[in-house]
């Protein structure tokens, strides 16, 4: 099992910028990758980001190329989502998630991230 805690979000301007963090514990020896999703109010949650553990390999969903950056320090099993230049389409729910395989099976309990225009 692998536990997620986030931190950050919040309320900001279009233009402004946030860092939202992700804290791993548990199984973490056994960490494939991490990421975040998003999911905006009447729309289907999307991958935003992710970066392989080990390798440190990273994608990034096309809206947001550019803008965010994902970062990870494997000394605290900790993840990091840099967001700048928010736009408000970027307002929604974002979660950190985690997976051992090829599927995300741990999440955290997700944070409002809203941008007014």
């Known amino acids: 099992q692998v536990q997620l805690v986030e931190s950050g979000g919040g309320l900001v301007q279009a233009g402004d910028s946030l860092r939202l963090s992700c804290a791993a514990s548990?199984?973490?020896?056994?960490?494939?990758?991490m990421g975040w999703f998003r999911q905006a109010p009447g729309k289907d949650r999307e991958l935003v980001t992710e970066?392989?553990?080990?390798?440190?390999?990273?994608y990034y969903a096309d809206s947001v190329k550019g803008r965010f950056t994902i970062s990870r320090e494997k000394v605290k099993n900790t993840a990091y989502l840099q967001m700048n230049s928010l736009k408000p389409e970027d307002t929604a729910v974002y979660s950190c998630?985690?997976?051992?395989?090829?599927?995300?099976?741990?999440w955290g309990q997700g944070t409002q991230v809203t941008v007014s225009s």
């Open positions: 970066v392989i553990w080990n390798g440190g390999y990273t």
């Open positions: 548990g199984r973490t020896f056994s960490l494939s990758a």
């Open positions: 998630a985690a997976r051992v395989t090829a599927t995300y099976e741990y």
